[in-house]
């Protein structure tokens, strides 16, 4: 199986040629679909008999070289025994949750505050009225 290059990365994004995915091996894929804005590095590997698919970066943000060292640790991972896939899904939706936590600890707080204050504009009201 061939190897890309960047030489012709580089020509297929400046010709705008769109593909679904060009393999580079070890299940290193670049794909660059109508709906993408720029080409994107996906990860394919066999886990527990099924077809499982990532995103591991886009063009832009991880070269040529470094998407193949990535690829080459999600090898080693999946030989393992971990579904990679299913790990970044979890360390996702834990920052998520983290993120959702922290954004309602302030709202107890706030509600707090809210209700002084329109305590205080209600009583400003009364006094101002008399």
Same mark, same amino acid.
């Given at each position: 199986?061939?190897?890309?290059?960047?030489?012709?990365?580089?020509?297929?994004?400046?010709?705008?040629?769109?593909?679904?995915?060009?393999?580079?091996?070890?299940?290193?894929?670049?794909?660059?679909?109508?709906?993408?804005?720029?080409?994107?590095?996906?990860?394919?590997?066999?886990?527990?008999? #099924?077809?499982?698919?990532?995103?591991?970066? $886009?063009?832009?943000? +991880?070269?040529?070289?470094? *998407?193949?060292? &990535?690829?080459?640790?999600?090898?080693?991972?999946?030989?393992?025994?971990?579904?990679?896939?299913?790990?970044?899904?979890?360390?996702?939706?834990?920052?998520?949750?983290?993120?959702?936590?922290? #954004?309602?600890?302030?709202?107890?707080?706030? $509600?707090?505050?809210? +209700?002084?204050?329109?305590? *205080?504009?209600? &009583?400003?009201?009364?006094?101002?009225?008399?």
């Amino acid at each position: 199986m061939a190897k890309l290059s960047d030489i012709q990365i580089k020509s297929w994004i400046s010709k705008g040629e769109r593909f679904e995915g060009k393999s580079d091996g070890d299940g290193l894929i670049l794909s660059y679909r109508k709906d993408f804005s720029v080409p994107v590095w996906r990860f394919r590997y066999r886990f527990s008999g #099924k077809q499982r698919v990532m995103n591991i970066g $886009t063009y832009g943000q +991880l070269s040529l070289s470094d *998407a193949r060292k &990535l690829a080459k640790e999600l090898n080693a991972r999946v030989a393992l025994g971990h579904d990679v896939a299913a790990e970044k899904q979890e360390r996702k939706a834990d920052s998520v949750a983290k993120i959702e936590e922290k #954004k309602n600890a302030f709202t107890p707080a706030c $509600t707090g505050i809210l +209700l002084c204050v329109e305590k *205080a504009s209600l &009583l400003w009201r009364r006094s101002a009225s008399c």
